[in-house]
């Protein structure tokens, strides 16, 4: 997962993403850049029924989820009403359009069952 | 640092207000206080919005406000910081007294949510996430809390049935409260226990439903602040002192918090205004809390001392947050039922608090002899915390 680029303390390696200018443990300002590796495990997600303008789903999944290497981050789960979505479950990430603005697709994450 | 009084309260109904522009509010809630106060000039206002710039497109509005009432040359200042501007711009008034620098302050917070569609508000609400890792993807301010409700479901046993009892509690104090966008009385078999309910009370932001989260509503609120030592000179009001006030913020993303289901900026508010005022928790009689979504108002009971973890949601079924229980929560209605206009709730929260202290509420509302009033104004989700201890003064 290339597009996504975390930032990992050079200091006491605590894993942020997005970017800070010091790192929130230990303020130090040296970065390892790193990217997510492996599957994605979710740790807590919802289905939104009320979404924000600019969305003509009649609602969508979003969670966030945890990389096998650490790094954490919110995206869209790929799946459809009624779907069996659990915390725990394991999710394969990919670069996908995830809304649109102005018929232009706007990349980011996407998890896929 | 000086001991700061709060002399005058004012507050506007909340709900759809389509008569009246932001400004207006804001004038209306703040003539209610400078006449409740008994005085007619400030020496600097605080005005608390969060979305006048994206949903009026008006800026500036602090100017705006000192114009409209007639308070020039004061100095006058917008406070913006989420859905904690108005604990903010309280705080920052509080600030202006103690420091000695400004004798008489009105603090001011409005919203004017109505004027665009529920998807719109929900879009401008929804701005406050991360622009690049969390807004893009949808998601809102009711799905934040229900990511949030579900881990605090699985951690600490809360269930649907104490999030649906303190709907119906907040609803009941509201249908009591003339100043509270929502009215209407439910029931448990209206919302939770009955085939109806599936199409009365559907999903929102699963786990949560239409009923858990806060209606989107038009109101303005505000306070006149001096020194406590000059009270019996400005005013005939029984003076309500700020014991202490606290403030501590978060992660801006969810998914960076170790423990996402810790509200650390509201455990860090809360002691700071606990410790300022030096007073305990116990010692509470009424708080207001920021419950936007029902889950928070447990949460934050929670995690301010009120109740151990695991216990808030049990202390709501056994009516112990009601009205003449061990601690009444949200006898206002909440932002439940009172309405959340963004930038008004946390001034809403101290003119509540500033009425139930000063004895004057009805008696189906007032907390008998309350002493210290408690308040949560919880920005973003919970990365912008503001707490206050308020206390009865001597008259």
Same mark, same amino acid.
């Given at each position: 997962?290339?597009?996504?680029?975390?930032?990992?303390?050079?200091?006491?390696?605590?894993?942020?993403?997005?970017?800070?200018?010091?790192?929130?443990?230990?303020?130090?300002?040296?970065?390892?850049?790193?990217?997510?590796?492996?599957?994605?495990?979710?740790?807590?997600?919802?289905?939104?029924?009320?979404?924000?303008?600019?969305?003509?789903?009649?609602?969508?999944?979003?969670?966030?989820?945890?990389?096998?290497?650490?790094?954490?981050?919110?995206?869209?789960?790929?799946?459809?009403?009624?779907?069996?979505?659990?915390?725990?479950?394991?999710?394969?990430?990919?670069?996908?359009?995830?809304?649109?603005?102005?018929?232009?697709?706007?990349?980011?994450?996407?998890?896929?069952? | 640092?000086?001991?700061?009084?709060?002399?005058?309260?004012?507050?506007?109904?909340?709900?759809?207000?389509?008569?009246?522009?932001?400004?207006?509010?804001?004038?209306?809630?703040?003539?209610?206080?400078?006449?409740?106060?008994?005085?007619?000039?400030?020496?600097?206002?605080?005005?608390?919005?969060?979305?006048?710039?994206?949903?009026?497109?008006?800026?500036?509005?602090?100017?705006?406000?000192?114009?409209?009432?007639?308070?020039?040359?004061?100095?006058?200042?917008?406070?913006?910081?989420?859905?904690?501007?108005?604990?903010?711009?309280?705080?920052?008034?509080?600030?202006?007294?103690?420091?000695?620098?400004?004798?008489?302050?009105?603090?001011?917070?409005? !919203?004017?949510?109505?004027? *665009?569609?529920?998807?719109? @508000?929900?879009?401008?609400? /929804? &701005?406050? #996430? +991360?622009?690049?890792? =969390?807004?893009?993807?949808?998601?809102?301010?009711?799905?934040?809390?229900?990511?949030?409700?579900?881990?605090?479901?699985?951690?600490?046993?809360?269930?649907?049935?104490?999030?649906?009892?303190?709907?119906?509690?907040?609803?009941?104090?509201?249908?009591?409260?003339?100043?509270?966008?929502?009215?209407?009385?439910?029931?448990?078999?209206?919302?939770?226990?009955?085939?109806?309910?599936?199409?009365?009370?559907?999903?929102?932001?699963?786990?949560?439903?239409?009923?858990?989260?806060?209606?989107?509503?038009?109101?303005?609120?505000?306070?006149?602040?001096?020194?406590?030592?000059?009270?019996? !000179?400005?005013?005939?009001? *029984?003076?309500?002192?700020? @014991?202490?006030?606290?403030? /501590? &913020?978060? #992660? +801006?993303?969810?998914? =960076?918090?170790?423990?996402?289901?810790?509200?650390?900026?509201?455990?860090?508010?809360?002691?700071?205004?606990?410790?300022?005022?030096?007073?305990?928790?116990?010692?509470?009689?009424?708080?207001?809390?920021?419950?936007?979504?029902?889950?928070?108002?447990?949460?934050?009971?929670?995690?301010?001392?009120?109740?151990?973890?695991?216990?808030?949601?049990?202390?709501?079924?056994?009516?112990?947050?009601?009205?003449?229980?061990?601690?009444?929560?949200?006898?206002?209605?909440?932002?439940?039922?009172?309405?959340?206009?963004?930038?008004?709730?946390?001034?809403?929260?101290?003119?509540?608090?500033?009425?139930?202290?000063?004895?004057?509420?009805?008696?189906?509302?007032?907390?008998?002899? /309350?002493?210290?009033?408690?308040?949560?104004?919880?920005?973003?989700?919970?990365?912008?915390?503001?707490?206050?201890?308020?206390?009865?003064?001597?008259?």
């Amino acid at each position: 997962m290339k597009e996504i680029t975390a930032y990992k303390c050079k200091k006491c390696g605590r894993i942020h993403y997005p970017k800070h200018e010091r790192c929130l443990n230990c303020q130090h300002r040296e970065f390892e850049l790193v990217h997510p590796e492996g599957k994605a495990k979710l740790l807590t997600y919802t289905q939104i029924f009320n979404l924000p303008w600019g969305f003509d789903e009649r609602f969508l999944y979003i969670g966030v989820v945890e990389f096998e290497n650490g790094v954490k981050a919110m995206g869209q789960i790929a799946a459809p009403d009624g779907a069996d979505v659990h915390t725990g479950m394991l999710l394969a990430a990919e670069w996908r359009p995830v809304r649109y603005v102005s018929g232009e697709p706007v990349y980011g994450l996407k998890f896929v069952l | 640092m000086r001991d700061v009084a709060i002399i005058g309260a004012g507050m506007i109904p909340f709900g759809r207000r389509d008569q009246d522009t932001l400004v207006d509010m804001l004038a209306y809630a703040s003539l209610k206080a400078l006449d409740d106060a008994g005085v007619s000039a400030v020496d600097a206002v605080y005005v608390a919005n969060m979305g006048g710039g994206i949903l009026q497109r008006q800026t500036a509005i602090a100017s705006a406000l000192v114009d409209r009432v007639g308070l020039l040359p004061a100095a006058a200042d917008l406070v913006e910081n989420g859905p904690a501007s108005g604990g903010s711009a309280v705080k920052n008034g509080v600030l202006a007294v103690a420091s000695g620098y400004y004798d008489l302050v009105l603090v001011a917070g409005g !919203e004017k949510m109505r004027e *665009v569609t529920g998807w719109k @508000a929900t879009d401008f609400v /929804a &701005t406050l #996430t +991360h622009p690049e890792t =969390e807004y893009p993807y949808g998601i809102t301010l009711p799905g934040m809390a229900g990511m949030f409700t579900r881990l605090y479901m699985e951690k600490y046993g809360v269930t649907r049935e104490m999030l649906v009892e303190i709907a119906i509690k907040n609803q009941q104090m509201g249908a009591l409260n003339p100043y509270a966008h929502v009215e209407m009385l439910i029931t448990k078999e209206g919302i939770l226990d009955s085939p109806h309910s599936v199409v009365n009370n559907p999903p929102m932001a699963d786990p949560l439903h239409l009923y858990d989260a806060c209606p989107v509503s038009d109101g303005a609120a505000a306070v006149i602040l001096c020194p406590l030592d000059r009270v019996k !000179e400005l005013t005939h009001n *029984v003076p309500v002192i700020v @014991a202490g006030f606290g403030q /501590a &913020t978060d #992660t +801006h993303t969810l998914a =960076e918090r170790d423990d996402p289901t810790d509200l650390k900026a509201v455990t860090l508010a809360a002691q700071q205004a606990f410790e300022r005022a030096q007073t305990k928790p116990a010692e509470i009689n009424v708080a207001e809390l920021h419950d936007a979504f029902t889950i928070l108002e447990i949460a934050e009971s929670e995690h301010v001392g009120f109740f151990k973890k695991g216990e808030g949601g049990k202390a709501v079924l056994a009516g112990k947050t009601k009205l003449g229980g061990q601690l009444p929560i949200n006898v206002s209605g909440g932002l439940k039922a009172r309405g959340h206009p963004v930038g008004a709730t946390g001034v809403a929260q101290v003119v509540e608090l500033t009425w139930q202290l000063r004895h004057e509420l009805p008696k189906e509302r007032q907390v008998k002899n /309350a002493r210290a009033g408690f308040s949560i104004n919880f920005g973003g989700f919970g990365n912008n915390v503001v707490a206050f201890v308020l206390k009865r003064g001597e008259k």
